[in-house]
């Protein structure tokens, strides 16, 4: 379905449809000609050279200037010792991905847009269009939602308002873009602004889409991630080992090169994603017939889709510790050893891989780093155990509640 086959597995209508009110034409929701141009347009950023030591700059600006001070103002070691602040860490990191994919991808700080609410609303806004969105796949038929939505009611009402807000975030950002000029910049909406300007629906579209790609995957892979270091305080020991031996006694990462010395942590984010793949499924639909490797038919017009979620779990291709957290299984005599992306489909893998890859694993390990050496993490509630919640990402029903204490690093 991936690999030999693509052409006979696009996106498909039925999704095109459901999805369609939120993401238009935007890169996830097109086959054909519409998505190679925007994979080439987005492959020219995202795949160059340059790309991760600029993911680095971002990232660890936005650590040091925005997510260091928030944490630090909530450590328990501030205050009366009786007055333990509890955080939703998902939150924070849903807002701290949306601040880096916005610098990221269109060269703007959310901070500097001239918006007519406050950033919350439109985050809420967001999560509840793509939470309304995921749900139209659940209807009975797809009548159902059609018809809600003709008549404006209930959650299609929701959505539809939630949308207008997106709307007018995304317009907000084309805005910005045109008032700060685009034709130097060599960021990711310069690049579309420079062929399809004239097109503001067009723009929209891909505005959107990239927001959902970089915001809500990379906020619930750093999500699992400080989950699983609450269980697992022998990984988090190992991975502050292994940076006190390439950092020595400093907060800091000193260069995007110190993180390739560290394939622990790399073991570690992979092993986190193999268990909680931030995009659990991924459905295509059968343009002809078609019988797959193991001899299923497949009919025309199926959906067929593959789950990474469970696919990460299976023994067949874990082997009989599958379901343990052991990033060690990532590691022959030191070395990282990757997998074939068929077997670990958490990027997707083929024609169609995902983009921000590499952007979103420098993220994901120099946060994980920069928190981890500063602060103790725990979840404020012991017996709390995660339940995921309907969306098109993963994401923690009632957020991940720690609190939060320093860290001092032994001598
Ligand atoms: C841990 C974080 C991430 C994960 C697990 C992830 C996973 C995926 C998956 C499974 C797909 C295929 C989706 C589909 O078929 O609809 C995909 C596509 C894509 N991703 Fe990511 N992603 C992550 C972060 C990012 C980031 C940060 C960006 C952008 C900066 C990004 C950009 C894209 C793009 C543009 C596509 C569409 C590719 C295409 O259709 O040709 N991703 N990603």
């Known amino acids: 379905m991936l690999k030999t086959r693509f052409d006979n597995y696009p996106k498909g209508k039925p999704f095109s449809t459901i999805l369609g009110d939120l993401l238009g034409h935007g890169i996830f929701n097109v086959d054909g000609e519409k998505w190679k141009f925007q994979r080439k347009m987005a492959s020219l950023e995202l795949g160059s050279l ?5 993911a680095f700059e971002i990232v660890t600006n936005e650590i040091e200037h925005r997510l260091v001070p928030l944490l630090d103002s909530f450590t328990s070691t501030r205050g009366t010792s009786t007055s333990v602040a509890v955080l939703d ?3 924070v990191f849903r807002r701290f991905s949306f601040d880096n994919i916005c610098r990221f991808s269109f060269g703007i700080d959310p901070g500097c847009l001239e918006l007519s609410l406050p950033m919350s609303e439109f985050s809420v806004a967001f999560d509840l269009a793509t939470k309304a969105s995921a749900e139209r796949a659940l209807s009975l038929s797809p009548l159902i939602w059609k018809i809600k939505r003709m008549l404006n009611v209930g ?11 997106v709307d007018a ?11 700060m000029g685009f034709s130097n910049h060599q960021d990711l909406l310069s690049r579309f602004m420079g062929t399809v300007d004239y097109d503001d629906k067009y723009l929209r579209d891909i505005v959107v889409s990239f927001l959902l790609a970089g915001r809500d995957t990379v906020a619930s892979s750093l999500t699992s991630f400080f989950w699983l270091m609450s269980q697992h305080p022998e990984v988090e020991a190992a991975i502050l080992n292994e940076s006190t031996r390439v950092m020595g006694h400093s907060q ?3 260069s995007f090169e110190q993180l390739q010395q560290m394939p622990y942590l790399q073991a570690s984010t992979y092993e986190c994603l193999r268990l909680f793949p931030p995009v ?3 459905s295509k639909f059968a343009r ?3 019988i797959l490797p193991d001899g299923t038919f497949v009919r025309k017009g199926t959906r067929v889709t593959y789950h990474a979620y469970a ?4 023994e067949n291709l874990w082997g009989p510790d599958c379901l343990e957290f052991k990033p060690e299984r990532w590691l022959k005599n030191g070395v990282f050893m990757p997998e074939s992306p068929f077997k670990y489909t958490v990027f997707h893998a083929g024609q169609r891989v995902c983009l921000g890859k590499e952007m979103a694993l420098v993220d994901m390990k120099i946060v994980a780093l920069s928190l981890i050496r500063r602060f103790k993490i725990e979840i404020a509630d012991p017996k709390w155990k995660p339940k995921f919640a309907p969306g098109l990402a993963a994401s923690m029903k009632g957020g991940l509640p720690i609190v939060i204490r320093e860290r001092t690093l032994s001598p």
Do not use: N, P, W
């Open 155 to 165: 959650t299609e009402k929701k959505l539809k308002k939630a949308i207008t807000m």
């Open 169 to 179: 975030l995304a317009s907000e950002v084309i805005r910005q873009k045109r008032k």
């Open 311 to 314: 696919m990460g779990r299976m």
């Open 50 to 54: 340059s790309i991760r030591s600029y």
């Open 280 to 282: 659990q499924f991924d």
């Open 288 to 290: 002809e017939d078609d």
């Open 89 to 91: 860490l998902q939150d």
């Open 252 to 254: 800091e990462l000193a």
